[in-house]
């Protein structure tokens, strides 16, 4: 099967400590964002990744931190900086040809801050 | 900067009804627009992707307009069913690589 996969589903962090949350595409896409979802908000970019070992900051990169080791690879780190980081985050892909090809999301990670 | 809204915020109606979603941006300097579906405590669902130059994509029960000049988007759902309930989501891509959400439609359809 083809597509994106984010793990955990569900992820408890203590104040202070740094959590990793994965994502795996095997689509082969190029492109690869990371999305934070709050509650009656739309999504709000983090960061995105046009290429291995490249990455760019989004509108909400504080706190956060990426790694584009491997095309099918996006890891995003949610440090101990982020103040507020009880959200959903979705992970996405895209096939960069040109800019009009479709993105497609993960099934997302919860973060809970106890 | 863009700014994509969506109207109404939530939407209930019978089974059976025909409805229309609508999505509003502010910049008409986008490549494209397309419509998800999220459930709950899930991933987006692609469900239509309308170019800048089209005017409309169908897929089955849905059909997706976009009025580029003046910035809107319509989503249309024929024949509503209990299944078709979920947040509805619209995003513009902007020339640099963006998309750029609305917040959602909440749709409950009632059986």
């Known amino acids: 099967d083809g597509g994106i996969t984010q793990s955990p589903k569900y992820l408890f962090r203590k104040e202070g400590q740094n959590v990793t949350l994965s994502c795996e595409q095997n689509?082969?896409?190029?492109?690869m964002y990371w999305y934070r979802q709050d509650p009656g908000q739309g999504l709000r970019l983090i960061y995105y990744?046009?290429?291995?070992?490249?990455?760019q900051k989004g509108d909400i990169a504080e706190g956060y931190s990426v790694s584009r080791e491997k095309k099918e690879s996006f890891p995003l780190t949610v440090t101990s900086a982020q103040k507020n980081p009880t959200a959903f985050y979705l992970c996405?892909?895209?096939?960069?040809?040109?800019?009009?090809?479709?993105?497609?999301f993960g099934p997302g990670t919860r973060l809970t801050v106890l | 900067k863009q700014e994509v809204t969506q109207i109404p915020a939530a939407l209930s109606v019978p089974e059976g009804e025909n409805l229309v979603l609508n999505c509003s941006f502010t910049?008409?300097?986008?490549?494209?627009l397309q419509w998800f579906r999220q459930d709950p405590g899930k991933g987006l669902t692609s469900l239509l992707l309308?170019?800048?130059?089209?005017r409309e994509q169908t897929s089955g029960r849905l059909n997706a307009s976009l009025d580029k000049s003046s910035g809107r988007s319509t989503l249309y759902i024929a024949a509503s069913q209990p299944g078709d309930s979920a947040t509805y989501l619209c995003?513009?891509?902007?020339?640099?690589?963006?998309?750029?959400f609305g917040a959602g439609t909440i749709l409950r359809v009632k059986s």
């Open positions: 996405a892909s895209r096939k960069k040809l040109a800019d009009y090809n479709e993105q497609f």
């Open positions: 309308i170019q800048s130059s089209q």
């Open positions: 990744s046009q290429i291995v070992n490249d990455f």
């Open positions: 910049d008409s300097a986008i490549y494209n």
């Open positions: 689509l082969n896409h190029d492109a």
């Open positions: 995003a513009v891509r902007e020339y640099g690589n963006k998309l750029v």
